[in-house]
C-alpha cells in the first residue's frame, strides 16, 4: 500500500538497492569481467560498503571473501587481476570442454541436461509478457542465470515506474511476478549452481560472488513473501 511520502520514499528505495543488485549480478554472471566493472566495484568501495544487510553468516561470509579480494586491487595490478578473473570465468562458464558450472537453468533441470529445454521456453515467455528483450536472445538460452538476474531488475525498474505514477494495482501485479518468477526459475536451481561455483573457482571472487547470490535471493523470496502475506 502506498500510505504517505516517507513509507513511499523507504520503499522506493529499497526497490533502488534491489534492482541495483540484481543488475550487478547479472553484468557479474553474464559478462566477462572488464576493467570498468573492477574499477566500479574498487572505487565504490562497493563489498566494504555493502547497500544491503542481511543477518545472515553465509552472507557476511561472502562479503569477507571480496572485501579481502578487493583490498588486493591497486592499479599497478589490474591487468593481471583482470587476467585472473577472466580465466576463471571461462574455466566456469564459457569453456571450451566440460564447464564445472554451466549458467543455464535447463541443464539443471531437465533429463538431458542440455541447454534449450523446457525451462527455456518458459522463461522465454515471462520475458515475452512483459515486454523483455535482451542482447544475444537467439543465440544464448533464455535461462542464463545473468539473463534471469536482469529480468528480475527490469521488472524492479517497472514497478518503480509504476508506484512513481501512482499505478498500484500494476506495482503490485509486478512485485507478485517477481515472487513468482524467483520461485519458478532461479531459486530452483540456485543451489546446485552456486555449489558448482563455490567448489570449482579458482579465485575468491566468483567463490563470493556464488555465495553472495544464493543468500541475496533466498533473502529477497522470503522478503516478497512477507509482503505478499
Do not use: C
Not at 533429463?111 to 522465454?124: A, I, M, N
Not at 537467439?138 to 525498474?157: C, K, S, Y
Request: avoid cysteine; proline fraction near 5%; charge should be negative.
Amino acid at each position: 500500500m502506498i500510505a504517505n511520502e516517507n513509507s513511499l520514499n523507504n520503499e522506493t528505495l529499497l526497490l533502488e538497492i534491489r534492482k541495483f543488485l540484481y543488475f550487478f549480478l547479472s553484468n557479474s554472471f553474464f559478462h566477462i569481467p572488464n576493467e570498468e566493472t573492477i574499477r566500479m566495484i574498487i572505487e565504490h568501495k562497493l563489498f566494504a560498503e555493502f547497500p544491503l544487510v542481511i543477518d545472515n553468516p553465509e552472507f557476511q561470509e561472502a562479503l569477507s571473501l571480496l572485501n579481502i579480494w578487493s583490498q588486493d586491487f591497486s592499479e599497478d595490478n589490474l591487468p593481471e587481476v583482470l587476467s585472473v578473473l577472466r580465466q576463471d570465468y571461462t574455466h566456469l562458464f564459457l569453456g571450451p570442454g566440460h564447464l564445472p558450472a554451466p549458467p543455464w537453468e535447463s541443464v539443471y533441470l531437465t533429463e538431458e541436461k542440455l541447454t534449450f529445454g523446457e525451462p527455456t521456453l518458459q522463461v522465454r515467455a515471462f520475458y515475452r509478457r512483459f515486454g523483455v528483450a535482451f542482447e544475444r536472445q537467439n543465440t544464448e538460452p533464455d535461462d542464463h542465470f545473468g539473463l534471469e538476474m536482469e529480468f528480475m531488475a527490469q521488472l524492479i525498474a517497472k514497478q518503480i515506474a509504476a508506484i512513481a505514477a501512482g499505478q498500484e494495482q500494476e506495482a503490485n501485479l509486478l512485485q507478485q511476478t517477481q515472487l513468482t518468477f524467483l520461485q519458478e526459475h532461479p531459486l530452483r536451481w540456485l543451489e546446485d549452481f552456486t555449489a558448482n561455483i563455490i567448489s570449482a573457482a579458482q579465485t575468491p571472487y566468483y567463490r563470493g560472488l556464488a555465495l553472495l547470490a544464493r543468500n541475496y535471493l533466498t533473502w529477497d523470496y522470503a522478503t516478497l513473501q512477507e509482503q505478499a502475506d
